[in-house]
Nanobody, 118 residues
């Protein structure tokens, strides 16, 4: 089993910055993909950024140039540095862990609220 503990969400003004973190614990496979998804009220959950255990990363077009995903391998932790935040970034952000092993299901954190408002 894998547990995901998220932190760093909160209220921030437009143009401000926030850093989310997600620590994975339990039976962590050495090859994996971790990242962040978000869901605003009435909308579908969408991918924000992901990073592999090989340090390959991908971003949604809406956050490119503003958000940076990074990984601390020994801590099994992924971070999302969010800069130049906009009101449209307001959503519940969910941490995701995908084992690099055939037949294994994804794991999800409970979600953390990010609100961008003046």
């Amino acid at each position: 089993q894998v547990q995901l503990v998220e932190s760093g969400g909160g209220l921030v003004q437009p143009g401000g910055s926030l850093r989310l973190s997600c620590a994975a614990s339990g039976s962590i496979f050495s090859i994996y993909r971790m990242g962040w998804y978000r869901q605003a009220p009435g909308q579908q959950r969408e991918l924000v950024a992901v990073i592999t255990s090989g340090d390959n990363s991908n971003y949604a077009d809406s956050v490119k140039g503003r958000f940076t995903i990074s990984r601390d391998g020994p801590k099994n932790t992924v971070y999302l540095q969010m800069n130049s935040l906009k009101p449209e970034d307001t959503a519940v952000y969910y941490c995701n862990y995908r084992p690099g092993l055939f037949g294994k299901a994804d794991y999800w954190g409970q979600g953390t609220q990010v609100t961008v408002s003046s």
